[in-house]
């Protein structure tokens, strides 16, 4: 790479271009090339990097370490492993203008592709103590260099290039390279276990265990050093945001497994499995892992952050990267936990997911039912006894939200709806667990039970006009701006 030539216009076909932009946001950054319409050969590559990107980076190894102990200069390691995670895009993009596609199951190999989107890989030394130095790959992988010789490798004088290139599929199956693209990573709803954007390693339950770990040591130490001196200790909410949530991306990838099915991209002729569903076992083990992330304890904040954080000072204001909170201007660790547990939520209650654990399960009773899915989640948040009063506050918070999602998908027409009649079902045993426990518990469980049996009463009165309360948003995470258009 040089810097363009004085006089050179960043348009001119005759150079392949990485512009370095500035937007308003951490936007995506893009990959694309001019081709000739006639051959489809590829004339030009050109790349948009944005340079806010690395903000995300930094924040995310700012929450984990004691940033700025020594006053107000970074630890060294924030930038380098940000300019890591540049140094990766820069490769991915570039991949782009080479015409490959993403292949979100990557992570899976190994890190086998620049072309997945890649979660910073923290972990903890044999002393417990966070390192960054395989926070991303180095270079291009595997899968990189098996589609740059499926694309441009010139056989020689008389060969049978079809053949030929049919051989280096064989081979890439042979030795074990998965390749899955957008429409199977992306969708809440998506069902292949080993394919995810932002996800690490080849087991996804591992490595959520591995990453709530990290969080918790993280945690453990957030304080006034994680921000320079002379900030305002308000900005350490924006620290905190990517930390307290450093499970998010996992947590999808986790749930793909429940109602998971392991497909390829199969061909007439290739030898691939064309799909089997996930192990029952697996499943029930993702749903375990999965349900650990609504948690009282998981979710509640040490006393000890919680009263680090004051509101914005006059000249700042809350941001869509910060919590969406219900206290007006003060820090709402609520409103984090809430979030949080209801995106779990929206990922064990997604309809389509749903509609596969019913399928899988009348084939085979030996997997995980929709009852016994519903049954899992609710069960815990009877055990709210030996909790702390904020403990208690946040179960709460899940289950209404855990009823709003069944009442939503008891009233949807557009699903399956032998899931809509299993969720009734499971909302008429409800209905009958907190009339009886309603009389059996303190003032604040007695009005969180009578606010559920009023959402239930409302519902059945009139399900078609039954509006379900609006699910708090996450932060932003991944890159903001067009969503239609992602690199
Ligand atoms: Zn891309």
Redesign the pocket.
């Known amino acids: 790479m040089k810097v363009l030539p004085e006089g050179a216009d960043p348009m001119d076909v005759r150079y392949n271009v990485i512009n370095w932009v500035h937007r308003s946001t951490r936007g995506w950054?893009y990959?694309s090339s001019v081709t000739d319409p006639r051959t489809g050969e590829i004339i030009k590559g050109h790349v948009l990097l944005g340079s806010l990107r690395v903000r995300q980076d930094f924040l995310i190894a700012q929450g984990m370490v004691e940033a700025y102990a020594n006053g107000t200069v970074a630890d060294p390691r924030l930038k380098e492993m940000a300019l890591a995670r540049l140094r990766q895009l820069s490769a991915?993009?570039v991949?782009?203008t080479l015409g490959l596609a993403?292949n979100f199951a990557a992570s899976y190999n190994d890190r086998a592709s620049v072309?997945d989107?890649p979660h910073p890989y923290i972990t903890l030394d044999a002393q417990g103590k966070m390192d960054f130095s395989k926070a991303y790959a180095t270079g291009i992988g595997e899968w990189d260099k098996r589609m740059i010789l499926f694309g441009y490798q010139d056989f020689p004088e008389g060969s049978n290039e079809g053949a030929e290139l049919q051989k280096i599929i064989q081979d890439n199956i042979k030795m074990g390279l998965l390749y899955l693209s957008d429409q199977d990573g992306r969708p809440p709803y998506a069902a292949h276990p080993y394919t995810h954007v932002w996800d690490n390693g080849n087991n996804a339950v591992e490595e959520l265990h591995r990453l709530m770990k990290v969080r918790e040591t993280a945690l453990a130490s957030f304080g006034e050093k994680n921000i320079p001196v002379g900030a305002p200790m308000a900005s350490l909410e924006s620290v905190l945001v990517p930390l307290y949530l450093a499970h998010r991306y996992q947590a999808d990838a986790v749930a793909k497994s429940i109602g998971g099915v392991n497909y390829t991209y199969a061909m007439r002729g290739d030898g691939q499995v064309a799909n089997t569903p996930v192990a029952p076992q697996a499943q029930r083990e993702a749903l375990k892992a999965l349900l650990e992330t609504l948690n009282p304890a998981f979710l509640a904040l040490p006393e000890r952050i919680i009263a680090l954080i004051p509101p914005q000072p006059l000249g700042y204001s809350r941001d869509r990267e910060m919590f969406r909170i219900n206290t007006g201007m003060t820090f709402d660790p609520l409103a984090a936990a809430e979030s949080s547990a209801a995106n779990t939520l929206s990922l064990i209650f997604d309809p389509m997911r749903l509609a596969r654990v019913l399928e899988q399960h009348a084939r085979n009773s030996q997997y995980p039912s929709v009852m016994e899915i519903f049954d899992q989640v609710f069960d815990p948040f009877q055990n709210v006894k030996d909790l702390s009063g904020f403990q208690q506050e946040i179960s709460r918070l899940s289950e209404k939200a855990a009823l709003q999602h069944l009442l939503q998908l008891a009233g949807d027409r557009e699903i399956q709806q032998q899931v809509s009649a299993l969720a009734l079902q499971k909302i008429r045993q409800l209905d009958s667990v907190y009339e009886r426990l309603l009389y059996k518990t303190d003032s604040s469980q007695e009005a969180h039970y009578r606010y559920l049996l009023e959402q239930i009463r409302l519902f059945r009165d009139n399900p078609g006009q039954y509006k379900v309360p609006p699910m708090p948003a996450l932060p932003d995470g991944a890159p903001i701006g067009c969503s239609e258009d992602?690199?």
Do not use: A, T
């Open positions: 950054s990959g991915h993009e991949g782009h993403h072309m989107y992602w690199h």
